[in-house]
């Protein structure tokens, strides 16, 4: 799969489907090759051995509704809307791109399809395996994911790996997220982040709204310290601190107890993942697309576009984090955002995805 983009590259041109100057950038290096995902129209300049290089099944980082093995070549001249150092990718061709958006918090607005999944980290000494293998399984699955720490833009792993961090713990929108995952390693036992404050008030307040609460490894131990694990059954990679706090100890890999699921180590990281996306999809708690129930009540008629005009149940206005359009029912018909149709866009390209509401 790895050798996607390279086959589709050598097939295009095989077949003549695209002329040259729409596969090849003819304004900055020569070679490059300029990739557009076809949700939300992002843009990424790559050499053909980068594109080669990218995990087919790494999700757009704008919109994560697509894969990049779903990306189409484009005309890089036509395509970059953004000046090319605008863009997501690198255009020094140097390294492999980077197929990341640096400032994430400037996007935290922007939901996948399934809702957006918040992974907790310790600002040092973090588990890698138990960050890795269950982030991997939710894109995978269709989720986005946005990494938290505390007063650190890039955490470090038990093993020397970094990770860039999307946003600071206190910084953190619960609204935003369907779940919470905290991610285990020794630095919640050598920093005590099972008795620090904001990791204890994030866990609290997850579980207070009825959210999905994670925990693997050693990270269990800040629900027990939250008091969340009292009469739960739970499990951990050390079982005697929750035990002490009153959880109810399972020999199980993976343990779920209402809307807490707990792992107890690394080699249970795939399967805490499963268990996870499991239970949202279980509960119906993914898709930002989701029409509400008073909306689908209140649905009355649709218009051959397919906008609901009748039975609103709200007036509010929404506006675009890209280019500052800001949506008025009043000015379209009397027809609430959450009610246009889910493949209605900006008339600047951007998707419902990109709308915020003011």
């Given at each position: 799969?790895?050798?996607?983009?390279?086959?589709?590259?050598?097939?295009?041109?095989?077949?003549?489907?695209?002329?040259?100057?729409?596969?090849?950038?003819?304004?900055?290096?020569?070679?490059?090759?300029?990739?557009?995902?076809?949700?939300?129209?992002?843009?990424?300049?790559?050499?053909?051995?980068?594109?080669?290089s990218?995990?087919s099944?790494?999700?757009?980082?704008?919109?994560?509704?697509?894969?990049?093995?779903?990306?189409?070549?484009?005309?890089?001249p036509?395509?970059?809307?953004?000046?090319?150092?605008?863009?997501?990718?690198?255009?020094?061709?140097?390294?492999?791109?980077?197929?990341?958006?640096?400032?994430?918090?400037?996007?935290?607005?922007?939901?996948?399809?399934?809702?957006?999944?918040?992974?907790?980290?310790?600002?040092?000494?973090?588990q890698?395996?138990?960050?890795?293998v269950?982030r991997?399984?939710?894109?995978?699955?269709?989720?986005?994911?946005?990494?938290?720490?505390?007063?650190?833009?890039?955490?470090?792993?038990?093993?020397g790996?970094?990770?860039?961090?999307?946003?600071?713990?206190?910084?953190?929108k619960?609204?935003d997220?369907?779940?919470?995952?905290?991610?285990?390693?020794?630095?919640?036992?050598?920093l005590?982040?099972?008795?620090?404050?904001?990791y204890?008030?994030?866990?609290?307040?997850?579980?207070?709204?009825?959210?999905?609460?994670?925990?693997?490894?050693?990270?269990?131990?800040?629900?027990a310290?939250?008091?969340?694990?009292?009469?739960?059954?739970?499990?951990?990679?050390?079982?005697?601190?929750?035990?002490?706090?009153?959880?109810?100890?399972?020999?199980?890999?993976?343990?779920?107890?209402?809307?807490?699921?707990?792992?107890?180590?690394?080699?249970?990281?795939?399967?805490?993942?499963?268990?996870?996306?499991?239970?949202?999809?279980?509960?119906?708690?993914e898709?930002?697309?989701?029409?509400?129930?008073?909306?689908?009540?209140?649905?009355?008629?649709?218009?051959?576009?397919?906008?609901?005009?009748?039975?609103?149940?709200?007036?509010?206005?929404?506006?675009?984090?890209?280019?500052?359009?800001?949506?008025?029912?009043?000015?379209?018909?009397?027809?609430?955002?959450?009610?246009?149709?889910?493949?209605?866009?900006?008339?600047?390209?951007?998707?419902?995805?990109?709308?915020?509401?003011?």
């Amino acid at each position: 799969m790895k050798t996607l983009f390279l086959n589709i590259i050598i097939l295009l041109s095989l077949a003549g489907t695209f002329p040259v100057s729409a596969q090849y950038d003819s304004g900055t290096s020569t070679g490059n090759t300029c990739w557009q995902c076809p949700v939300c129209g992002y843009v990424v300049s790559m050499t053909a051995e980068q594109a080669a290089s990218i995990n087919s099944y790494t999700p757009c980082p704008v919109c994560y509704s697509a894969y990049a093995g779903n990306f189409m070549p484009v005309s890089c001249p036509a395509a970059l809307a953004y000046s090319p150092s605008d863009t997501y990718g690198k255009s020094d061709n140097t390294d492999a791109p980077e197929f990341t958006k640096p400032d994430y918090e400037s996007s935290l607005e922007t939901f996948s399809r399934k809702g957006k999944i918040l992974m907790v980290l310790s600002p040092e000494q973090y588990q890698e395996e138990e960050l890795n293998v269950p982030r991997d399984y939710f894109q995978s699955r269709g989720y986005s994911v946005a990494l938290a720490s505390k007063e650190v833009k890039t955490a470090s792993g038990m093993n020397g790996e970094r990770a860039q961090v999307d946003l600071d713990l206190k910084k953190v929108k619960l609204s935003d997220y369907i779940a919470v995952v905290f991610v285990g390693g020794e630095g919640i036992y050598s920093l005590k982040l099972n008795q620090d404050p904001d990791y204890i008030a994030l866990a609290k307040s997850t579980n207070s709204q009825k959210k999905l609460l994670g925990a693997i490894c050693l990270a269990p131990w800040i629900l027990a310290d939250a008091g969340l694990l009292k009469g739960k059954r739970a499990t951990a990679s050390d079982t005697d601190h929750i035990k002490a706090k009153g959880a109810i100890v399972s020999d199980d890999a993976v343990v779920q107890d209402g809307n807490i699921i707990t792992a107890n180590g690394p080699d249970a990281s795939r399967e805490f993942a499963e268990a996870i996306v499991a239970a949202l999809e279980n509960s119906g708690s993914e898709g930002s697309d989701r029409v509400s129930q008073m909306d689908k009540s209140s649905a009355l008629t649709v218009s051959s576009m397919g906008l609901v005009r009748e039975g609103s149940s709200s007036a509010q206005k929404w506006e675009c984090t890209v280019c500052g359009y800001i949506y008025d029912p009043e000015e379209n018909g009397d027809v609430p955002f959450e009610q246009l149709a889910s493949n209605w866009k900006c008339a600047c390209g951007a998707s419902k995805g990109k709308f915020v509401r003011i």
